[in-house]
C-alpha cells in the first residue's frame, strides 16, 4: 500500500506527494491510502479553537473531494505521528504501508517529527519520498545551494527566485485508485473543544480556498491595481471583518491552496495589463513570504532573541497586567482593542492592523518581547505560519535587519492620513467594541477625549465601562524611543542596558 501523510497541503491540486503516490500504485497495481493524523501536540494550550475548527473543515473538505471524486476516502488516526506511522509500518490488521509519501514541511518541530518517522520507515524496509510543494521554491535546495546568501529585502529576494528559473505550473489532480475503509472519520470540533467556534469568515478547505482565489482574480482590475499599502485595515464598507486584501493566508497556512496555483492565477490576470510590481504587488506578497520560509530555515534560532543574528537584541521589560490587556483587547485605545478583538472572534487581521497592534505592544508603547505577542498570534491567528509569523514580528519590533527603523511608530489612533489607513465613520471599532457603539465618529480612536456629557449620552463612561488608555502613548513612545536607543548604542560599546524596573516601564495610565 501506498500511504499518503497529509500535513499542510491540504489539497488534491498540485499535491505532488499523491500525483506520485498515485502512479506509483497504478504501476504496482496497490492502494493508495491517504491520511492525517491529528497529533495531540497541537492541543488547545497551542491552537485556537478557530484555527482548529479551520483544519477539521479542511479535512472534511479533502474526505469529501476523496469520496465524491475517487472513490476514496481520508482516513484520520489519532496520537503521536511516530506511534501511527510504527503501527502502519508493521500493519494494524487493515493497513500495511509499503511506501510513505508526504509534503516537506521546513518548520522545526516537522523537521524533528519527520526525521523520528524517517528513522522507523528506515527500520521497517519502507520506502519514502517527500516533495516540495508549500513554497514557490523548494527551500531546502535553494538554501543548499552554492553562493546562497539569506534575502533580507524585496530584491534579495526577487533576485532569488529569478536565479531558480520560473515557478513550476502546478500540477493537476491525480486519478485515484478506490478505497473501501470503514471508521477513522474526520472528528466534530465538539469531541475536541468545549466551546463553540466564532468565526465565519473564512470556511475551511480547499473547495473555499479555489473559489475565493477564482473570486479575486475574477476581478483583474482589483488584482493589477492590488497596493497593499493602499488596502484598508478596517475591512470593507458596511463589513468590516471582511479582508480587503485577498484573505487567502488561512488557506495557503493549510496548504488548501497551492501558493504556485495562486502566482500563476495572478499572472494570468497581470498578463497584457498594466499592473503593479512587488513589494506592493500580490506577488509581492508571495514573495514575502517566501523570503520568511527561507529565513526561517537557514538562520539558527529564528524564533528567538537570543542566538539569532536577524535579531537585535533588547531589554524587553515583563508586565503579563500590560499583556493580557493587549491580548483581550482591554487597552483603552479602540483601534488596538477593536483589532485584537477581531483576532479573538475572527481568527484574522489585517496586514496594517498586524503592524499596529505588534508596534504597540513592542517599542511603541508597552515595551513588551515580540516572542509573547508572537506567541499570542501563534495561537489565535487562523493562518498562524512559524516562518512568516516570526519574520513579521522581528520586522515590527524594529530588531531586525530588514525591519522599518525603529523610530517609525505608529500612532495607535489613526487620523485620515496615518498610513495605517483606518476608515474614519468608526464602523469598524462600533463593530468589534460594542461599548463604543454609540460615541460620536470624531471621538471613535481617542473616547477619553469625549465630553463628559457626551460620554454619558453615549453610554460609555471612560474608565466605567470602557478602559482608559493603558499608557499616554506620547509619553510610552519618547520613553521607548530612549531605550531602545540606548540599548543600541550599549550594543555597539558591548555594554547592553539592565532590563527596565516596572516603575520605569510604565509611563503611567492616562487621565
Ligand atoms: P494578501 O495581502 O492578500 O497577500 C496574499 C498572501 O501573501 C497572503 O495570504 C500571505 O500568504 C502572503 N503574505 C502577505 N503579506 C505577507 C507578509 N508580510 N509576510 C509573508 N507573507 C505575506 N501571515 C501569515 O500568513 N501567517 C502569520 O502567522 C502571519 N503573522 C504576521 C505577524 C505580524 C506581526 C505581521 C505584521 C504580519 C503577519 N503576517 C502573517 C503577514 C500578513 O499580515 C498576512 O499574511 C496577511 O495579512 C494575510 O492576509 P491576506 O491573505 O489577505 O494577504
Not at 232 to 240: H, N
Request: net charge positive.
Amino acid at each position: 500500500m501506498k500511504g499518503v501523510w497529509f500535513r499542510k497541503c491540504l489539497r488534491l491540486h498540485d499535491n505532488a506527494a499523491l500525483a506520485h503516490a498515485a502512479a506509483a500504485a497504478e504501476a504496482d497495481g496497490e492502494l493508495v491510502v491517504p491520511f492525517f493524523v491529528l497529533d495531540p501536540h497541537f492541543d488547545r494550550s497551542r491552537v485556537g479553537i478557530n484555527r482548529f475548527q479551520f483544519l477539521l473543515e479542511s479535512l472534511k473538505c479533502l474526505d469529501t473531494r476523496l469520496r465524491s471524486e475517487h472513490r476514496s476516502r481520508l482516513l484520520v488516526f489519532r496520537g503521536a505521528p511516530e506511534a501511527v506511522l510504527q503501527r502502519l509500518f508493521e500493519g494494524d490488521g487493515r493497513f500495511k504501508l509499503g511506501s510513505l509519501f508526504w509534503e516537506r514541511d521546513t518548520e522545526p518541530y516537522a523537521r524533528e517529527r519527520d526525521a523520528r518517522v524517517e528513522a522507523l520507515a528506515k527500520q521497517a524496509g519502507v520506502h519514502t519520498a517527500h516533495f516540495s510543494g508549500h513554497t514557490l521554491l523548494d527551500i531546502d535546495s535553494v538554501v543548499a545551494a552554492q553562493g546562497f546568501k539569506p534575502p533580507i529585502s524585496m530584491s534579495g529576494v526577487q533576485a532569488m527566485v529569478a536565479a531558480a528559473g520560473p515557478v513550476k505550473e502546478p500540477l493537476p489532480v491525480p486519478r485515484l485508485p478506490p478505497l473501501p475503509a470503514d471508521g477513522l472519520e474526520v472528528p466534530d470540533i465538539s469531541e475536541l473543544y468545549a466551546d463553540a467556534p466564532t468565526s465565519r469568515c473564512f470556511p475551511g478547505g480547499e473547495r473555499h480556498a479555489l473559489a475565493r482565489l477564482r473570486a479575486v482574480c475574477a476581478d483583474a482590475g482589483y488584482v493589477c491595481g492590488f497596493e497593499k499599502p493602499k488596502t484598508a485595515s478596517t475591512g470593507r464598507p458596511g463589513k468590516p471583518w471582511e479582508p480587503s486584501t485577498t484573505g487567502l493566508s488561512p488557506y495557503l497556512k493549510f496548504g488548501c491552496l497551492s501558493p504556485r496555483t495562486a502566482w500563476h492565477e495572478v499572472a494570468r490576470c497581470q498578463r497584457g495589463r498594466a499592473h503593479s510590481k512587488p513589494p506592493q504587488s500580490l506577488h509581492g506578497q508571495l514573495l514575502f513570504r517566501e523570503m520568511f520560509y527561507v529565513l526561517g530555515a537557514c538562520v539558527p534560532n529564528f524564533d528567538k532573541q537570543d542566538g539569532n543574528r536577524m535579531c537585535k537584541e533588547i531589554p524587553w521589560g515583563e508586565n503579563p497586567e500590560m499583556l493580557t490587556a493587549w491580548a483581550e483587547g482591554r487597552t483603552g485605545y479602540p483601534f488596538i482593542d477593536a483589532l485584537m478583538r477581531q483576532l479573538r472572534e475572527t481568527g484574522w487581521m489585517h496586514h496594517l492592523g498586524r503592524h499596529a497592534v505588534a508596534c504597540f505592544l513592542t517599542r511603541g508603547d508597552l515595551w513588551q518581547s515580540w516572542t509573547v505577542g508572537r506567541d499570542h498570534f501563534d495561537k489565535m491567528l487562523l493562518d498562524a505560519d512559524w516562518a512568516v509569523n516570526n519574520g513579521n514580528w522581528l520586522w515590527l519590533a524594529g530588531v531586525a535587519p530588514f525591519s522599518a527603523p525603529y523610530f517609525r511608530i505608529y500612532d495607535p489612533c489613526p487620523g485620515e492620513r496615518s498610513s495605517l489607513n483606518a476608515e474614519q465613520t468608526g464602523e469598524f471599532v462600533r463593530h468589534f467594541v460594542p461599548e463604543l457603539k454609540d460615541m460620536p465618529a470624531r471621538y471613535i480612536y481617542k473616547p477619553w477625549t469625549a465630553p463628559a456629557a457626551v460620554q454619558k449620552s453615549a453610554g460609555c463612561v471612560i474608565g466605567r465601562d470602557y478602559p482608559a488608555p493603558i499608557v499616554d502613548h506620547k509619553a510610552a513612545r519618547e520613553a521607548n524611543l530612549a531605550r531602545f536607543k540606548a540599548a543600541l548604542e550599549g550594543s555597539k560599546s558591548g555594554h547592553m542596558p539592565e532590563k527596565f524596573g516596572a516603575a520605569e516601564r510604565d509611563p503611567g495610565p492616562m487621565q
